[in-house]
């Protein structure tokens, strides 16, 4: 098969380099991700982009943030072009707590530390918390660059299924026992419970507590990556997990998906001491966050009405992901199902049986639609027969032609 000039890079790269012999085995362990490689092809003209999860930032008030920006320097401009603490800015942090406070949470800012968005927080929490061959339990399939961070920190990421209802205790439970029993314990139990990447699947109200009990008898501490938590599209958010252990769930936080990626601000709750750890790993990872772009969120949320402003792009996403919705019952062909997040910005699809997303993947491009292949989402090469398809970026015309397009050539014989 191949694959168009852009996708290359997703083919295994050619034989070893005289520089495998300088890189650590940290950096051995880095390989390009599936999504990343996608997203020049995807950006190219003519294509409907179903891969990237992009908020869309366009329906943002632009003079609003400029004027803001604008102010962050006019009255602050001594702090915010200063270095700061690698803690992150007070004020935020306070603000952050108040974020927190909508889905249970109970934070005080001195267990808050602001990050380089979520991601960097999931660096650092591997960092401070793996060492190479410790053992990761996660969702299967889970939020790709995850297995990218936990790869790099040489880490096992071992992967458990889940139902509509997100992860079963039950089976989490037997996981852990059976690795136990195995002399390699698991450290860690990575988890997107709502709205997850790649599913959109939102972990049932009456699962929380009894995962919660499963980590706790195990004695495996909890990271909650919840970047979509604010964007359910119907009554109230779900109560985070970290609202009910915080001692022992390290809670990671972002404004990428309710405000801004370019901002790169994100954070994470943990218990003090592990706080205090993060803190130095930070310093040493980058002196300080930038306050130029945390006071800008700090004044964002100060002086906007980013709780109604929220409301709209819920409203926004939900459209797009009934437009999906109504796309795939129209366009996709017998054997295909897939999942109804009510939040977030993800659709999980199972293709026809037989079928391999990756084979698809090229001739869906040439076709003009991109999507990311679920083995993207697994350590071990399964997730074959299924496609993580992102609603929140295209217009529902988009969504809906990038769909019938899919469609078409999931009925072609390759
Ligand atoms: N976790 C999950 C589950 C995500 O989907 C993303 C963004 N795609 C991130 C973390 C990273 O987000 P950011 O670094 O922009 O906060």
Not at 91 to 104: D, F, K, N, Y
Not at 236 to 248: E, K, Q
Not at 340 to 362: A, C, H, K, N, Q
């Amino acid at each position: 098969m191949r694959f168009p000039a852009e996708l290359q890079e997703l083919q295994p790269q050619p034989g070893p380099s005289p520089w495998d012999a300088r890189f650590s085995d940290s950096a051995r362990c880095m390989v390009p991700s599936e999504v990343r490689s996608l997203f020049s092809a995807a950006a190219s003209p003519g294509i409907v982009s179903l891969a990237g999860g992009m908020p869309d930032v366009g329906a943002l008030p632009m003079d609003t943030m400029a004027s803001i920006l604008a102010d962050v320097v006019r009255e602050n401009g001594t702090t915010a072009l200063q270095y700061g603490t690698a803690q992150g800015d007070p004020g935020l942090r306070r603000r952050i707590c108040e974020v927190m406070a909508l889905e249970g949470i109970t934070a005080r800012p001195d267990d808050v530390m602001v990050t380089v968005g979520s991601q960097q927080a999931l660096d650092l929490v591997a960092r401070v918390l793996l060492d190479p061959g410790d053992t990761v339990v996660a969702e299967g399939p889970t939020y790709v660059t995850a297995l990218g961070t936990f790869a790099a920190a040489r880490a096992r990421v071992v992967q458990i299924g889940m139902d509509r209802a997100g992860t079963v205790p039950e089976e989490l439970a037997a996981e852990f026992a059976r690795l136990a029993a195995e002399g390699r314990p698991a450290k860690l139990f990575y988890t997107v419970p709502t709205f997850q990447n790649p599913t959109g699947i939102r972990l049932a109200a009456g699962r929380r507590q009894q995962i919660l009990d499963v980590c706790r008898a195990a004695d495996v501490l909890v990271v909650e990556d919840n970047p979509y938590g604010l964007l359910h599209y119907d009554g109230t958010p779900s109560r985070a997990l970290c609202a009910d252990a915080p001692d022992r769930v390290v809670y990671l936080g972002s404004f990428s998906k309710t405000l801004a990626p370019g901002l790169r601000v994100g954070w994470v709750h943990a218990p003090t001491e592990l706080t205090r750890k993060l803190v130095l790993a930070a310093e040493s990872a980058m002196l300080s966050h930038s306050a130029l772009t945390q006071l800008t969120v700090d004044r964002y949320l100060r002086t906007e009405p980013w709780q109604e402003r929220l409301g709209t792009f819920r409203t926004r996403y939900r459209d797009r992901r009934d437009a999906m919705l109504r796309a795939l019952t129209a366009y996709m062909p017998a054997g295909t199902s897939w999942t109804i997040p009510d939040g977030g910005f993800f659709i999980w699809v199972t293709l026809p049986d037989g079928t391999d997303s990756r084979e698809l993947l090229p001739r869906a491009l040439a076709a003009g639609v991109a999507f990311v292949p679920g083995t993207a989402f697994h350590a071990d090469g399964r997730g074959a027969r299924h496609a993580r398809l992102s609603f929140s970026y295209p217009s529902p015309a988009d969504v809906d032609e990038g769909i019938r397009r899919l469609a078409s050539v999931l009925g072609e014989q390759p």
